[in-house]
Structures are given as structure tokens and as C-alpha cells.
T-cell receptor, first 114, second 109 residues
């Protein structure tokens, strides 16, 4: 399976600031996704990162708050903008090599907003 | 709507066997996945079922019945390191993954 490097692994940020999370994959993948996992909860899909075009956002998530870049098939970034304490969560980059294949995750970014 | 149900928490004893159930109602079905997630870590893939029956992988097995909308993950010879959350996820007709809330498994010595 692909090796996924995500950074930073954790950060503590102040309210109103922004944080950009990077995701690097060691091979080209067509499908790349960003998830959020709030404490004690399951995974929530934020968006699908599309190479060379705008990301596809799920209900409840908007581009102004969570801008995503995907310049090529091995790299993506997620920015959490104008943060509030409610954004404190684990953010996970994930990839799939095909529709019937499993999802593999990066190690996640644990974000705390104070 | 789409729904996946699994127990919130289970407790088992080291060396024993435990079965974690997952029932689902989704718009279409293109496979069911089980993931393990240790506290503070990312989920890791355990198994994939798309046809009815049992898939065995060492101490872990996963079963699927599509007609019943039901799956289970069976863990044998439990070890303390198996203490984790176990997530069930179903790929719907668009291959989008629908996630269960996870089952926290506590292993006691």
C-alpha cells in the first residue's frame, strides 16, 4: 500500500489563525480525501481533493473555511482557516488506488485551537 | 437515509474470542471494510468483504451477509494490544464510504 506522510503531526493554534496541513504520497494516486475526526467520534469526510481542479466538498464544509490544493497526483494540502475552538480535531489525509480498494490513511494531524 | 450500526463498546478477556457486529442500510453496496484504530492513531485497514461468506486473516476473520445487511469481525486469541476501536465502513453505489461510529474494544487480563 502507499506510504502517506502527513505533517504537522500536531499543532496548537490561536483562534482566528490558519493552519495548512500537508499530505505527501510515495506513489501517484487518483483518489485523495480529507477527513476530520472529532474526539470520541467517527470519521467525517470533508472533501475529495481533485488533481488540477477544485475540490469536491461534502455538506457542511465550504471552500472558504477549508481550502484544498492538489497540484499533482502525489501531494495535497488542507488549510483550516480562521480557526475556532470547534475546529479542534484530528485531520486525516487518505488515499485509494481504486473504487473497490481500501482507504489508507496518513498518521493524522491533531489540532488544538485555543 | 444511510445508516451503519455497531455497538459502542465491548469488553473481553485476554485469550478469548470476541465478535463485533455491524449492520447497515445503504444506497447500494460495493463492499464492506473493517478498520482498527488505536487511541491517538490513524485507522488501519483490516479486511474487505464484497461477497457473502467468511474471510480469514490470521487471528482476525470477517463475515458478510448482503441479504441481511450484516457483517461481523471475529477476533481470536485476544491480546492486550487488540484494545482499540473497530470501525465498520460500507462503500455505497457511488463507492463513497459510509462510516459507523466505531466499537471500542476493551481487553482485560
Amino acid at each position: 500500500s502507499a506510504v502517506i506522510s502527513q505533517k504537522p503531526s500536531r499543532d496548537i493554534c490561536q483562534r482566528g489563525t490558519s493552519l495548512t496541513i500537508q499530505c505527501q504520497v510515495d506513489s501517484q494516486v487518483t483518489m485523495m480525501f480529507w477527513y476530520r475526526q472529532q474526539p470520541g467520534q467517527s470519521l467525517t469526510l470533508i472533501a475529495t481533493a481533485n488533481q488540477g481542479s477544485e475540490a469536491t466538498y461534502e455538506s457542511g464544509f465550504v471552500i472558504d473555511k477549508f481550502p484544498i490544493s492538489r497540484p499533482n497526483l502525489t501531494f495535497s494540502t488542507l488549510t483550516v482557516s480562521n480557526m475556532s475552538p470547534e475546529d479542534s480535531s484530528i485531520y486525516l489525509c487518505s488515499v485509494r488506488t481504486g473504487e473497490g480498494s481500501p482507504l489508507h490513511f496518513g498518521n493524522g494531524t491533531r489540532l488544538t485551537v485555543t | 437515509g444511510q445508516n451503519i450500526d455497531q455497538p459502542t463498546e465491548m469488553t473481553a478477556t485476554e485469550g478469548a474470542i470476541v465478535q463485533i457486529n455491524c449492520t447497515y442500510q445503504t444506497s447500494g453496496f460495493n463492499g464492506l471494510f473493517w478498520y482498527q484504530q488505536h487511541a491517538g492513531e490513524a485507522p488501519t485497514f483490516l479486511s474487505y468483504n464484497v461477497l457473502d461468506g467468511l474471510e480469514e486473516k490470521g487471528r482476525f476473520s470477517s463475515f458478510l451477509s448482503r441479504s441481511k445487511g450484516y457483517s461481523y469481525l471475529l477476533l481470536k486469541e485476544l491480546q492486550m494490544k487488540d484494545s482499540a476501536s473497530y470501525l465498520c465502513a460500507v462503500a455505497d453505489s457511488n463507492y463513497q464510504l459510509i462510516w459507523g461510529a466505531g466499537t471500542k474494544l476493551i481487553i482485560k487480563p
